[in-house]
T-cell receptor, first 115, second 115 residues
Framework: QQPVQSPQAVILREGEDAVINCSSSKALYSVHWYRQKHGEAPVFLMILLKGGEQKGHEKISASFNEKKQQSSLYLTASQLSYSGTYFCGTEFLNAGGTSYGKLTFGQGTILTVHP | DSGVTQTPKHLITATGQRVTLRCSPRSGDLSVYWYQQSLDQGLQFLIQYYNGEERAKGNILERFSAQQFPDLHSELNLSSLELGDSALYFC??????????????FGSGTRLTVV
């Protein structure tokens, strides 16, 4: 049930754009996105809820396609500070239609931005 | 400072030993999650507590146990340690899981090295 992220790694020059995808084989309730720099804790970027609620962060935005059970993270005009590993975390509803908020994380996408 | 405090930051111990990792969630957060991150690996869910009760369990080994205390801090106990238990252990907290979910706030982690 671990979501699949693609690509595994991206190398960019400053100012270039990137898209990171997160796919689930199971119906999603929400998708979270986090960025982790080497040796540090993951930092929350945004959450996308079923029903289309969306938030943005700086020049980073995301979409949630309920039909495809897929989320995409868009990084525009990348900056050196965007370098790190990006994780999506997926939340599912249990049989009772509720959630305890547990996230299952993808394997991560390593983003490297060069000057 | 994210508001989630984990101690100790580093721990080096021998195989067969037992250690306790401690986590104090962000003020007001009721839910605590424990994740294991091995070298260059993703975040593997171990266990979740909400307001003192266990809510979800991942692929947590029988040698591992956890609890959340009335003051909401949590402890993760790892016993009969093996070399393969060496990893970064993260604690994360969030206000209240459910339909209006919030992002996780991660602590800085405890780096466990088993020698």
């Amino acid at each position: 049930q671990q979501p699949v992220q693609s690509p595994q790694a991206v190398i960019l020059r400053e100012g270039e754009d990137a898209v990171i995808n997160c796919s689930s084989s199971k119906a999603l309730y929400s998708v979270h996105w986090y960025r982790q720099k080497h040796g540090e804790a993951p930092v929350f970027l945004m959450i996308l809820l079923k029903g289309g609620e969306q938030k943005g962060h700086e020049k980073i935005s995301a979409s949630f396609n309920e039909k495809k059970q897929q989320s995409s993270l868009y990084l525009t005009a990348s900056q050196l500070s965007y370098s790190g590993t990006y994780f999506c975390g997926t939340e599912f509803l249990n049989a009772g239609g509720t959630s305890y908020g547990k996230l299952t994380f993808g394997q991560g996408t390593i983003l490297t931005v060069h000057p | 400072d994210s508001g989630v405090t984990q101690t100790p930051k580093h721990l080096i111990t021998a195989t067969g030993q037992r250690v306790t990792l401690r986590c104090s969630p962000r003020s007001g957060d009721l839910s605590v999650y424990w994740y294991q991150q091995s070298l260059d690996q993703g975040l593997q869910f171990l266990i979740q507590y909400y307001n003192g009760e266990e809510r979800a369990k991942g692929n947590i080994l029988e040698r591992f146990s956890a609890q959340q205390f009335p003051d909401l801090h949590s402890e993760l106990n790892l016993s009969s340690l093996e070399l393969g238990d060496s990893a970064l252990y993260f604690c994360a907290s969030t206000l209240k899981p459910g339909r209006k979910n919030y992002g996780y706030t991660f602590g800085s982690g405890t780096r466990l090295t088993v020698v």
